[in-house]
């Protein structure tokens, strides 16, 4: 597959994994992006995920037609990107490794290979000729590892944006991209919205007319959808007017609470996202967490502390700078309800966050007076 003019695809799809970074489910599978740019001289950008060397190597050889690559440019050290490394220097002894300096570092830690005269150290502005296509190296420090770069090639107006763009899912699987790449994103690179952000900043400059990511489809058209999608997540701007409603329920009564806010919500055309957390995909709350701007947080009090699903659920959106939201609480108890006080507690640490008026305690099960209480915090939160 021609990606742009003199580029090609040579990546792979994976449809055995069940775990991608061995915690987020990918139904669809993972697709493993690896190009290569045929010029006077030929580059490789990247290699695969270990499980699909061969299938890579027979890929490579097959738009190669017999000739030798003069580089492997690594922008990415994880191992889904860096894995094939050794089996790549040894089909091809005379290439030449190219990748930022803490690249090769890591490039060490993981393989036991002699770099000795093979290392060529891409730094920030750094370009690589090809002949008609020059690459320009541009640090992207923790989009999402601290060694990432992302390359630009002038000649074709192509960016290779390494981790950012990405989404879950196989190239041979037809699935909207927003879902699954919001997932991806609030999931692996969202913590790390600022330096995503001044990476966009750096690539602002720049005529791009294909971004040819690490994960997921080439994106070739209509590129300002996706730009201002990325411009959104990483800046923690609200994307989706509405609520996300998201609870932890032990006999029901606190799930009950929260699905009568969002009928609540519904009646007056307020748009409700609702997610039980024991039995829902975490990384579809969290993005959701991120997708909307009101966050409601419903949940019972457990060994004087809260439900461990909500836990888990409010520890992922600190770690990832979670802000600029609007927060509201839903607390159940039998004798001492605490969950509210808890739950605003673990978001001390996060910036911007407005807490509602409204807190609702639930005494053990919902009352008539308790819906009247759940009107007031739909009427507060519309
Ligand atoms: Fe797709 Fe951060 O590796």
Not at 95 to 120: E, H, N, P, Y
Request: proline share 3%; glycine share 8%.
């Amino acid at each position: 597959m021609e990606a742009a003019k003199d580029i090609y695809y040579v990546g792979v799809n994976d449809h055995s994994i069940d775990l991608f970074e061995g915690q987020y489910v990918v139904p669809n599978g993972m697709a493993y992006n690896s190009y290569v740019i045929l010029d006077e001289k030929i580059a490789v950008m990247d290699t695969v995920d270990a499980g699909f060397t061969e299938e890579w190597l027979g890929n490579l050889e097959k738009v190669l037609q017999g000739r030798c690559p003069d580089y492997l440019v690594i922008q990415h050290m994880e191992p889904d990107h860096s894995a094939s490394i050794p089996a790549f220097l040894a089909k091809y002894p005379e290439a030449q490794i190219v990748g930022s300096a803490q690249a090769f570092k890591m490039m060490g830690q993981f393989f036991d290979v002699d770099l000795t005269g093979k290392q060529k150290i891409a730094a920030n502005g750094g370009t690589l000729e090809l002949g008609t296509h020059t690459l320009q190296f541009i640090a992207a420090p923790m989009v999402h590892w601290p060694e990432v770069l992302v390359t630009y090639d002038a000649a074709a107006k192509v960016l290779f944006s390494a981790d950012a763009f990405g989404k879950f899912g196989a190239l041979d699987v037809e699935e909207d991209w927003a879902c699954e790449a919001r997932r991806y994103y609030f999931g692996i690179v969202g913590k790390y919205g600022m330096q995503a952000g001044n990476m966009l900043k750096k690539a602002a400059d720049l005529d791009i007319q294909t971004i040819c990511p690490l994960h997921g489809p080439i994106l070739s058209e209509n590129l300002d959808y996706y730009l201002n999608l990325y411009a959104t997540w990483t800046s923690y701007g609200v994307e989706s007017e509405g609520v996300f409603i998201a609870y932890a329920s032990i006999y029901g009564h606190t799930a009950e609470a929260a699905k009568c806010l969002a009928s609540k919500l519904e009646e007056k055309g307020i748009k409700a996202s609702i997610a039980d957390l024991a039995r829902e995909d975490m990384a579809e709350a969290v993005e959701d967490a991120f997708r909307y701007g009101k966050l409601v947080l419903a949940c019972n009090t457990y060994n004087n502390s809260i439900n461990p699903f909500m836990q888990d659920f409010i520890n992922r959106l600190v770690e990832r700078n979670y802000q600029k939201r609007t927060i509201a609480f839903i607390e159940n108890g039998s004798w001492a309800p605490m969950a509210a006080k808890v739950m605003k507690g673990m978001l001390e640490g996060c910036k911007e966050l407005t807490f509602t008026e409204n807190t609702v305690t639930i005494l053990s099960a919902m009352k008539a007076a308790d819906e009247e209480k759940i009107a007031a915090l739909a009427e507060e939160l519309a």
